[in-house]
T-cell receptor
């Protein structure tokens, strides 16, 4: 099956710094990638949808200047948490989908971010 | 707006026993429905999905789910669970058109298997 990787798997940073998370589709071309956020014991909440070569579409309530998403190639999307604060601590999960209609979303293993 | 409810936060089942995880959705049109499983340290894995057609859907690992429009439900079942089935299970509804669906997830059900 299709594999999606995320790097890093976990990161600790100081408040005020920026953190970049990578999401890669390893064996397929992902025309669309999604970024989710998951709080402990809660569901995944969609943050944004990105299509290769175009600007990401953010869900209501998600600060686009805080969470910068770049989808520069068909196999790589990045999420940068800018000027991170403790309330940004969470589990961030990406998913990727190919260009075939009805194609399944394949999920990465997630990145745990802790902001001190 | 669409929503998904998984009423059971945590379920404990004996190994070899049958399993049913409940999922109810709210959506104005015919939904695309999914069940995913999340194991620690691993990404969500798709168990099965319903787009149209036969309302009883077979998935991987011996799971099946039945779409009941009248009850707005898409319950997940397995006749005999294995210890390896212990994980978090998420039901999701997809909206946005076939092939372009965005997923809205339920809050998940944690499954514990006892010997």
């Amino acid at each position: 099956g299709a594999v999606v990787s995320q790097h890093p798997s976990w990161v600790i940073c100081k408040s005020g710094t920026s953190v970049k998370i990578e999401c890669r589709s390893l064996d397929f071309q992902a025309t669309t990638m999604f970024w989710y956020r998951q709080f402990p014991k809660q569901s995944l909440m969609l943050m944004a949808t990105s299509n290769e070569g175009s600007k990401a579409t953010y869900e209501q309530g998600v600060e686009k200047d805080k969470f910068l998403i770049n989808h520069a190639s068909l196999t790589l999307s990045t999420l940068t948490v800018t000027s991170a604060h403790p309330e940004d601590s969470s589990f961030y999960i990406c998913s990727a989908r190919g260009g075939v209609a009805g194609e399944t979303q394949y999920f990465g293993p997630g990145t745990r971010l802790l902001v001190l | 707006a669409q929503s998904v409810t998984q009423p059971d936060i945590h379920i404990t089942v004996s190994e070899g026993a049958s399993l049913e995880l409940r999922c109810n959705y709210s959506y104005g049109a015919t939904p695309y429905l999914f069940w995913y499983v999340q194991s620690p340290g691993q990404g969500l894995q798709l168990l099965l999905k319903y787009f149209s057609g036969d309302t009883l859907v077979q998935g991987i690992k011996g799971f099946e789910a039945e779409f009941k429009r009248s009850q707005s439900s898409f319950n997940l079942r397995k006749p005999s669970v294995h210890w390896s089935d212990a994980a978090e299970y998420f039901c999701a509804v997809g909206v946005g058109g076939f092939g372009n669906e965005k997923l809205t997830f339920g809050t998940g059900t944690r499954l514990t298997i006892i010997p």
